[in-house]
């Protein structure tokens, strides 16, 4: 979700989840979901939940990615990483 904002994905969860025996929507927030968990329900709140949870790749991985002489690692810098 490169530009989503964490109520839009918060609003996503709930149409998409909202019937889940193991996802909640608290009674009386729209910045939050609820999470069943194997031992109890753990709530969650939204504000910069997005940002917390972005996968980045550091520059110096790629770098490394792009000097490899390993064939898989060559096939996949030059379709995802390298534009």
Request: aromatic share 10%; hydrophobic share 35%.
């Amino acid at each position: 979700m490169p530009n989503g904002s964490d109520q839009n994905w918060c609003q996503k969860l709930y149409s998409k989840h909202g019937k889940h025996v193991h996802f909640k929507k608290p009674r009386m927030s729209t910045a939050a979901f609820i999470i069943h968990h194997f031992a109890d329900h753990v709530e969650y709140q939204i504000e910069g939940f997005i940002e917390k949870n972005r996968d980045t790749v550091l520059e110096e991985h790629i770098k490394i990615l792009k000097a490899s002489e390993v064939l898989y690692c060559i096939c996949y810098c030059s379709l995802c990483l390298c534009p």
